[in-house]
């Protein structure tokens, strides 16, 4: 087994300094030096240990927040898009009502009704009606999804701020209770 008199970390927990023997036999032979180590180094291990915990749990809570963040920015972005599908989609809506409304014309035209007056007025009237109902729906659907999206967002927002302040609640617990372990150390 290796004892240890002195061991030197940097910030990163790398060693830098060293000083040690091996020893061979019961723990409690290791001797008077040794048990002096231990107790003096206790309240070190303890505040390095708190250190680390304390570093980690920051680490951690701005880790997730970072990912709530980019999960916001991406519901946003899906926001975005639908104000692209709904222009695409009335595109694509206007085309095919102009095809119908040439095919309902060269029916009624086939069939000798004036265009200006009766039945084809009404089925014309109709036909305008019921489109810009269509339209109106679409923009609607539209933006309950983008609201919808953009409330996500918030939401993943909030979830990061909850796991940043959770974190520094846990920092908070680490030093807390590594203060608690050194002060009943010393006595």
Request: hydrophobic fraction near 40%; charged fraction near 25%.
């Given at each position: 087994?290796?004892?240890?008199?002195?061991?030197?970390?940097?910030?990163?927990?790398?060693?830098?300094?060293?000083?040690?023997?091996?020893?061979?036999?019961?723990?409690?032979?290791?001797?008077?030096?040794f048990a002096a180590?231990?107790?003096?180094?206790?309240?070190?291990?303890?505040?390095?240990?708190?250190?680390?915990?304390?570093?980690?749990?920051?680490?951690?809570?701005?880790?997730?927040?970072?990912?709530?963040?980019?999960?916001?920015?991406?519901?946003?972005?899906?926001?975005?898009?639908?104000?692209?599908?709904?222009?695409?989609?009335?595109?694509?809506?206007?085309?095919?009502?102009?095809?119908?409304?040439?095919?309902?014309?060269?029916?009624?035209?086939?069939?000798?009704?004036?265009?200006?007056?009766?039945?084809?007025?009404?089925?014309?009237?109709s036909n305008l009606?019921?489109?810009?109902?269509?339209?109106?729906?679409?923009?609607?659907?539209?933006?309950?999804?983008?609201?919808?999206?953009?409330?996500?967002?918030?939401?993943?927002?909030?979830?990061?701020?909850?796991?940043?302040?959770?974190?520094?609640?846990?920092?908070?617990?680490?030093?807390?209770?590594?203060?608690?372990?050194l002060l009943t150390?010393?006595?």
């Open positions: 087994m290796k004892i240890y008199n002195k061991i030197v970390y940097d910030f990163d927990n790398n060693i830098i300094e060293e000083d040690s023997y091996e020893y061979e036999g019961p723990l409690t032979l290791a001797g008077p030096a180590a231990a107790i003096t180094a206790a309240p070190y291990v303890v505040g390095g240990t708190a250190l680390a915990g304390f570093q980690q749990a920051g680490a951690i809570g701005k880790f997730n927040q970072d990912v709530s963040n980019r999960n916001a920015l991406v519901k946003e972005n899906e926001a975005k898009i639908l104000d692209d599908k709904l222009a695409l989609d009335l595109s694509r809506f206007n085309k095919a009502f102009e095809k119908l409304e040439g095919t309902t014309n060269v029916a009624l035209a086939k069939s000798g009704v004036v265009m200006d007056s009766g039945t084809a007025a009404n089925i014309k009237l009606y019921e489109k810009e109902l269509e339209i109106q729906m679409m923009k609607y659907n539209t933006e309950i999804g983008k609201a919808q999206k953009l409330e996500e967002a918030n939401f993943a927002r909030i979830n990061g701020e909850m796991a940043r302040m959770n974190a520094k609640m846990q920092q908070i617990q680490i030093a807390s209770s590594a203060g608690s372990s150390m010393t006595g």
